[in-house]
C-alpha cells in the first residue's frame, strides 16, 4: 500500500493562473514603462525619494523614471506570479534579473545606455539559448512555454530553430535603433512595436503547430522536456 503524504508549504502542486492575469502580469510592467516615460511627472513623486534630483531633470529624466518603475514592476509581477502559481516561470524571470542588473547599472553610471542593452542582451540570451539547445539536441522551447502545448518532435525542433532566429534578429534590431534613433523612438520599439512583431511571428507559426500538434492518446503520452 502506498502511503499518501499531505503537501506541505515546500511541496505545494504548481496552479494554474487565469490567462488574463498572465497577460496583465506580463504586459502591466511594460505598459508601466512607457507612460513613466511619457509623463514622467505623474511618477515623480514615487521615484524622487529614491532618484537623486538630477536625474529627474533634463532629456532623460522620462528614461530614468521610467526604469525606476519597471524594477518595482517586473518584482512585483514576479512575486505576485509565484504567490498564484508556486513557482517562477523562467521568462518573466530571467527578464525580471536583467532588469534589475541594468537598471542598476543605469543608475549607478547616471547613463541610459545600459538600459536601452538590456533587451540586447535578454533576446540574445534566449535566442543563443534555444539554438544551443538544438546543438545538444535537447529542444528548449517546450521548458520556456511550460509545456503549454504538446508537439511531435520534428515540430518542437523546427519552432526552436525559428523562435531562435527570430529572438536574435531583436536583439540585432533593437541595437540598431537604441544606437541610431532618439530614445522617445526606442521606447516606443520597445513598447509597443516589440510586441506587434512578437505577435505577428506568433501567429505565424500556427500552420506549423496545427501541423505538428498532438491531440488525445498521442498527448498524454508525450514526454514532457524537464
Not at 504586459?27 to 507612460?35: D, I, M, S, V
Request: hydrophobic share 55%; glycine share 6%.
Amino acid at each position: 500500500m502506498t502511503e499518501t503524504i499531505a503537501p506541505t508549504p515546500n511541496t505545494l502542486p504548481a496552479r494554474s493562473i487565469a490567462p488574463w492575469l498572465k497577460f496583465t502580469l506580463e504586459l502591466g510592467p511594460l505598459l508601466l514603462f512607457f507612460f513613466a516615460n511619457s509623463r514622467p511627472k505623474l511618477f515623480a513623486p514615487l521615484v524622487h525619494p529614491f532618484l537623486p534630483a538630477k536625474l529627474l531633470e533634463g532629456e532623460s529624466a522620462g528614461l530614468f523614471t521610467a526604469t525606476a518603475v519597471l524594477m518595482v514592476a517586473v518584482l512585483v509581477a514576479l512575486i505576485v506570479s509565484y504567490a498564484i502559481t508556486r513557482r517562477l516561470p523562467i521568462m518573466p524571470l530571467v527578464t525580471a534579473i536583467l532588469v534589475v542588473i541594468f537598471g542598476g547599472l543605469t543608475f549607478y553610471f547616471q547613463d541610459p545606455s545600459f538600459i536601452k542593452m538590456k533587451p540586447t542582451i535578454l533576446y540574445a540570451c534566449f535566442g543563443l539559448a534555444l539554438l544551443g539547445g538544438l546543438v545538444f539536441n535537447k529542444p528548449l522551447l517546450p521548458v520556456v512555454l511550460d509545456n503549454t502545448m504538446s508537439l511531435t518532435e520534428t515540430g518542437w525542433r523546427i519552432l526552436t530553430l525559428r523562435w531562435g532566429v527570430c529572438f536574435l534578429f531583436l536583439a540585432v534590431l533593437n541595437e540598431v535603433i537604441w544606437r541610431t534613433m532618439s530614445t522617445d523612438h526606442w521606447v516606443l520599439f520597445k513598447f509597443p512595436g516589440t510586441m506587434i512583431l512578437i505577435f505577428i511571428f506568433t501567429f505565424s507559426q500556427v500552420p506549423l503547430i496545427m501541423k505538428h500538434e498532438l491531440r488525445g492518446d498521442a498527448a498524454a503520452k508525450a514526454p514532457e522536456h524537464l
